[in-house]
């Protein structure tokens, strides 16, 4: 299970970031944030599958491509977060793989309509919110170690 890449998804509108309202998402790219996630999985021998769609279907098929196909999930659900009962169901049938759940933004100082996300509830590995796009690091740091140790002679950043 655990050579089994990592699914990293990100949901609507992350394919801007950088370049989307950087006074909340930051100026780092979804490259850099992909490159953050490829070294944080790296220690532990993960490695990571990287995608992002902005259409809810696309993103529930992929959920559902991983349950046969990868180690576990980290998803920024981006807005389906407070909207899709379909994405919370996929997810909810990955039983036994981990899933984190990242927001880079602290919903909860946002928005009203931004404090409840659906996904949250099948977040088994947790829910990391506010970090900016350190919270992916964080996210994929927790996923790895519940997969596996580090590699013995390689540090963890
Ligand atoms: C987000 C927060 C959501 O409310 C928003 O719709 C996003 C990004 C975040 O990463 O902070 O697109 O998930």
């Keep these: ?50 995608r992002q769609s902005n259409h809810e279907g696309q993103l529930i098929d992929w959920i559902q491509e991983a349950r046969e196909e990868h180690a576990g999930i980290v998803i920024n659900p981006a807005a389906y977060s407070h909207t899709s009962v379909g994405l919370l169901d996929a997810l909810s049938a990955c039983d036994g793989l981990p899933v984190a759940e990242v927001h880079i933004s602290n919903i909860h100082r946002r928005e009203a309509f931004r404090h409840h996300s659906y996904v949250s509830a099948a977040a088994s590995a947790g829910v990391i919110v506010g970090c900016g796009v350190q919270g992916y690091a964080f996210a994929v740091e927790r996923v790895c170690r519940l997969l596996k140790a580090p590699l013995s002679g390689v540090s963890a950043p």
């Design 1 to 50: 299970m655990s050579d089994r890449p990592l699914l990293v998804l990100n949901g609507p509108n992350l394919n801007l970031l950088g370049k989307r309202e950087p006074a909340i998402y930051g100026t780092d790219t979804l490259a850099d944030v992909v490159r953050l996630c490829v070294e944080t999985a790296a220690p532990y021998g993960v490695t990571v599958d990287a």
